[in-house]
């Protein structure tokens, strides 16, 4: 008898996660009860922690994170099939069909010389699909800081964007100025407005300096809660409370603690 052809292990491993879903779905008393919306609280979740994964180089965790996500994407598969509506057959598909659409110059005759042709590619082709605003694609519920680098991403993409980043410094020290005028007279909201403006401005520079906002200022939070926290615990063990200490005091601690960092 042939010996039977096996299944490539990526296939075989998806199979086993498809099948556990029907079982859990169809057994367990709290996977039977989740519906699409109260899936979604649950999957930003786990969005934010595979972020904190990446930004901590973790590999590990980045790999666990980035099953738990598959979960809940199949999960999602699972409740759209109960529905009539889609299944994960659907989903692949439907995937794949788009990436072969908006990749032309692998699967077509298209000459593209960068990423960034691509890129400009990928925005008109989805004003091809229907779409009628290239910031369609931006999602409303996205924290504000990312909506900026996006959106800024998509209008770059149909060629609407500074040239050099030395204009984009010039924009920043204008709306710099702008605000500092608005606070000097006590108008809240405009003051309010030109920090946002000042904020708009600073993301488009560091587009232009290939850094992500985002991820530096996430950086930076999780720089200053280490320092902080060796702050307290340094405190703690001299047996002092924060507010009974002075800046200064505080402040040797502080130094202590960036000393460590470059160690």
Not at 125 to 138: D, H, I, N, P, T
Not at 234 to 258: C, H, P, Q, R, Y
Request: net charge negative.
């Amino acid at each position: 008898m042939p010996k039977p052809i096996n299944m490539d292990p990526r296939l075989e491993a998806f199979k086993r996660l498809l099948d556990i879903m029907d079982e859990l779905r169809k057994g367990c008393p709290w996977d039977k009860e989740q519906t699409l919306e109260s899936l979604r609280h649950l999957t930003l979740e786990e969005t934010y922690e595979l972020s904190d994964a990446i930004l901590d180089n973790d590999l590990n965790e980045i790999r666990e994170e980035v099953g738990d996500l598959m979960l809940h994407l199949v999960f999602y598969s699972k409740i759209g099939s109960e529905k009539g509506a889609f299944d994960i057959t659907d989903v692949l598909n439907g995937i794949s069909e788009k990436l072969i659409f908006r990749h032309p110059h692998i699967y077509g005759d298209v000459k593209v010389v960068n990423a960034n042709e691509v890129k400009e590619n990928w925005e008109n082709l989805k004003l091809k699909e229907g779409k009628k605003s290239v910031l369609e694609g931006v999602p409303k519920s996205i924290p504000p800081l990312l909506k900026a680098y996006r959106i800024q991403e998509k209008v770059k993409g149909v060629g609407f964007d500074w040239e050099r980043p030395e204009q984009v410094w010039e924009k920043v020290e204008e709306e710099i100025a702008e605000m500092k005028a608005e606070i000097a007279v006590g108008n809240k909201s405009k003051t309010e407005e030109e920090f946002g403006d000042l904020l708009f401005a600073l993301v488009n520079y560091a587009r232009f300096v290939n850094v992500n906002p985002d991820d530096a200022l996430e950086r930076t939070n999780k720089k200053f809660i280490n320092r902080f926290q060796y702050l307290e615990n340094e405190a703690d063990k001299i047996g002092k409370s924060l507010k009974n200490m002075t800046l200064a005091e505080m402040d040797v601690f502080w130094e202590e603690a960036k000393k460590f960092e470059s160690l």
